[in-house]
Every structure is written in structure tokens, then in C-alpha cells.
């Protein structure tokens, strides 16, 4: 079964930072434009980062820009999102996801092909 695994998530205080990892399984990234989301208790799941797949696009989430950032590495088959400056409305289960798109990325959840089962985030004031 194809199925991107993430992990690297914890708690952390205010102000610190956190590296997630995307990998995968039963498939290669680089074929996928890979977004990562998040979803707080009582909020609506949303995207906050995504790379395309050969294009070297990527886009972020308003509150995530100068914060996080996306990045690759192929050889190993993973996708990692830095978060830098966490603050406690970071606080959720963030999930990647590999979309089929052939140029760009997506922060919209419709469409995806793959989810992963999401890594807990908790950020501490």
C-alpha cells in the first residue's frame, strides 16, 4: 500500500523550532507534488506548504511564510517542512499528502492521491 509516512513532531516551546519528515512508502516522492497540512481541534483541516514535483515550486500558508519552509531530498525519498518560531496557534496534527499534479503545488486538500496518518504538534506558551 502506498502511504507517506511523517514523522519528527513533539512539543515544543514557544519560539522553538521543529523539523517534520515526510517519507514514503510504496511509491517516490519526486513523482508527486507534496503538500504538508495541519488541523487544530474544532478547526477546519488547512494547508500550509507544498513543493511541486519537478518545477521547484513551492508555496506557503500566509502565517506560515518567513516561518517554514519545504524542502527535498530524493535520494532518500523524503520531503521535510522546517518550522521555525513556533507559536501555541501551531499547535495540530500536521499531515503530508502527494498530489499527482504535473506542475506546481496545491494548498487545497481535494484532489489529493495519498495521505499520511499526521504527527502531533504541540507547541507550549
Known amino acids: 500500500e502506498a502511504l507517506p509516512v511523517e514523522s519528527g513532531g513533539g512539543e515544543v516551546q514557544a519560539g522553538g523550532s521543529l523539523r517534520l519528515s515526510c517519507g514514503a512508502s510504496?511509491?517516490?516522492?519526486?513523482?508527486?507534488?507534496i503538500s504538508w497540512f495541519r488541523q487544530a481541534p474544532g478547526k477546519e483541516r488547512e494547508g500550509v506548504a507544498c513543493s511541486g514535483r519537478s518545477d521547484g515550486s513551492t508555496a506557503y500558508e500566509d502565517s506560515a511564510k518567513g516561518r517554514f519552509t519545504i524542502s527535498r531530498d530524493n535520494r532518500k525519498n523524503i520531503v521535510y517542512l522546517q518550522m521555525n518560531n513556533l507559536n501555541p496557534e501551531d499547535t495540530a496534527l500536521y499531515y503530508c499528502?502527494?498530489?499527482?499534479?504535473?506542475?506546481?503545488?496545491?494548498?487545497?486538500?481535494?484532489?489529493?492521491?495519498?495521505w499520511g496518518k499526521g504527527t502531533q504538534v504541540t507547541v507550549s506558551s
Open positions: 510504496g511509491f517516490a516522492m519526486e513523482d508527486y507534488a
Open positions: 499528502a502527494a498530489d499527482a499534479l504535473a506542475l506546481g503545488c496545491s494548498l487545497d486538500d481535494i484532489g489529493m492521491t495519498f
